[in-house]
């Protein structure tokens, strides 16, 4: 249970291919047990705009190398980190919290995006038509956007990086990463992963930073900045909107969720709660994807609620880093406050609030807690909880329980439990939100679109389209 560091966990930044130290430092916590972890480069606004020049320089050669080239840099990339999986995954955990099955997947699925967009950076189409009119030939082709900056998260520190390193470099473009400062050191381990892959100096540039505003209003507003793809919360992304606006930046957003989570008449109730115990604690529950409201048709509402509870009851709580343990700690003890307030909300709203076990009192961990009798509408359901906490509304008509789910600002994911899948489906195809689970607990595929409507966020990441963020796209009209 110690807390050392992987062989290969640089602590500083990383600008033009050089590590450095920063000029002043700041502090990442173990949560599970609120001790140092590492003292991580601090970087400063000029150092922000350092790593812009560098992606700046080195984005010319970048842009002409041959698609190819690039595509094996990030296949490279694949290799290494599927070699050292764990110790990606024990990163995650020591500054994350999260159990380390949790981390083991979400480093697997970080690794997807190095291998899926190596197989899509060849794959880069433009097209040919003649105009309707004949007078002239369309033909459309696709080049790299320039400087792209890219913000994180925490909750996926390793999945979050990799999202975007690879469709951007797939593209041709270089970067600059701005990790989440709780979860800076597996940014950084994937950015030496990269440079051991081949990356050239300057392609990759990381950028953890204590000052998140001050540094990435400086970089928006540099002109050698070309795009931003930014994962994190709704009013932060609209404050990142707003600065984008001044310099009319593309940008991809992926925002919060408030996933709703449908249980049907005539579901498969095991089946049910073996999702939902996938779709609400998977991380313990600090997803963007996590089902945050459950809506449980009233004949199977006492089935669901019991089986629910007994296996929520079975999670072993404690460090993510003890391997028998299956949920861990929250990000930090200021995240786990905000959860206990919703539950406060909610039993002042006249909730009945139930914790099926006891959680460790050192480090920021939670319970898991299923809430029974409150409203739709009530301030848990419109909020997005980011913790292990299941709130349980009943319905009796389909047609209601499509209402609730769709009635929120947010469109992120939906789960429905139907058994019958052309039911499934179609009342899938009524949610109001960019990604649907049908008689499954998780949707995330590098090879699927990721993304929401609504205030969930604009753009996709992933599948076919991913790449398509870091392109524009040019028409060149021929005389015939
Ligand atoms: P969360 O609530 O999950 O911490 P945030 O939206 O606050 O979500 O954080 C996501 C990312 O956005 C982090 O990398 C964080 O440092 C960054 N961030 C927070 N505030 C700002 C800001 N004003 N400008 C730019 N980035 C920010």
Redesign the pocket.
Known sequence: MSATLPQHAPTGLLIGGDWSAGDTQFEVLDPASLETLAMVGDASVADGLDAVAAAHDAFGAWAATPARERAEVLRRAFEIMTAEIEDCARLIVLENGKAFSDAMGEARYAAEFFRWFAEEAVRVAGGFRDAPAGDKMIITDHTPAGVAYL?????FPAAMATRKLAPALAAGCTTVL?????TPLTALWVGEVLQRAGAPAGVVNIVA?SQ??P???AILADPRVATLS????????K??LA?TAQRVLTSSME??GNAPFLVLEGADVEAAVDGAMVAKMRNGGAACTAANRFYVHASLVDEFSSRFRSALAAMRIGPGIDRSNDLGAM?STG?RDKINQLLEDAAAEGGRVDAVSEAPTAGAFIAPHLVHGVEHGSTLTRNEV?GPVAPIVTFEDTRDAIRMANDTEYGLISYVYARDKGVGITVGRQLQSGMVAIDRGVVSDAAAPFGGMKESGLGREGGFHGIHEFLETRYLAVDW
Not at 151 to 155: E, L, M, Q, S, V
Not at 178 to 182: I, L, N, S, V, Y
Not at 230 to 237: E, N
């Open positions: 913000i994180t998260p925490w909750n701005k990790p989440a400062e709780q930073t998140a505003g540094v990435s209003e930014f994962t994190g919360s709704t009013p932060v992304g404050i990142l600065q925002l919060g990000v995240e980011f």
